[in-house]
T-cell receptor
Framework: GQQVMQIPQYQHVQEGEDFTTYCNSS?????IQWYKQRPGGHPVFLIQ?????EVKKQKRLTFQFGEAKKNSSLHITATQTTDVGTYFC?????????FGAGTTVTVRA | DGGITQSPKYLFRKEGQNVTLSCEQN?????MYWYRQDPGQGLRLIYY???????QKGDIAEGYSVSREKKESFPLTVTSAQKNPTAFYLC????????????????FGPGTRLTVT
């Protein structure tokens, strides 16, 4: 069945540094969504990527969808304490949305 | 103020008891979903509904039941048959029905943390 894997599971970042989290699917995806869950909160939609090779930016966040539509990445530049939380990717295959296990980000001030 | 409400935020039950978690949305969304979240495992789909009076099993439906009698409501019952019910339960909705509404973003409620002892 469709599986979405995310790495790393944990990311400890010095404030001001950059980092990237990766999402890989065992099957080709129709689209991929990214969500952020703050500690103690619920997932909040960030963005959706649909086209092969698509790149979208939201301020310091850059999202990319792979050419083969089987992988995606989220790159955060100049990490701030407000970036703390768990970032999930969710890939849509034929009939359902499959969530990755998430990358939990902590920031050292 | 539109959104999804889940109640209660925390719920404690004894083993062997059924418990129903509430999910209400006033976003006029067609599709609704129930997820279970366990540490380190992300979100796993329990049930989803694309339209009133219709719902489908997700990846981990065993030990759970749902109903969709109204567009705005999608309650989840955790039965005594669920072997490990302690978890964080999230309800979500999305606007469309095409491909089960899956190409649209999902809006999540605040969640219910269920503890069964």
């Amino acid at each position: 069945g469709q599986q979405v894997m995310q790495i790393p599971q944990y990311q400890h970042v010095q404030e001001g540094e950059d980092f990237t989290t990766y999402c890989n699917s065992s099957t080709t995806l129709s689209n991929i969504q990214w969500y952020k869950q703050r500690p103690g909160g619920h997932p909040v939609f960030l963005i959706q990527l649909v086209k092969s090779g698509e790149v979208k930016k939201q301020k310091r966040l850059t999202f990319q969808f792979g050419e083969a539509k089987k992988n995606s990445s989220l790159h955060i530049t100049a990490t701030q304490t407000t970036d703390v939380g768990t970032y999930f990717c969710a890939g849509r295959g034929d009939y359902k949305l499959s969530f990755g296990a998430g990358t939990t980000v902590t920031v050292r001030a | 103020d539109g959104g999804i409400t889940q109640s209660p935020k925390y719920l404690f039950r004894k083993e062997g008891q059924n418990v129903t978690l509430s999910c209400e949305q006033n976003l006029n969304h067609d599709a609704m979903y129930w997820y279970r979240q366990d540490p380190g495992q992300g979100l796993r789909l329990i049930y989803y509904s694309q339209i009133v009076n219709d719902f489908q099993k997700g990846d981990i439906a065993e030990g759970y039941s749902v109903s969709r009698e109204k567009k705005e409501s999608f309650p989840l019952t955790v039965t005594s048959a669920q072997k490990n019910p302690t978890a964080f339960y999230l309800c979500a909705s999305s606007i469309g029905r095409s491909a089960g509404g899956l190409k649209y973003e999902q809006y999540f409620g605040p969640g219910t943390r269920l503890t069964v002892t």
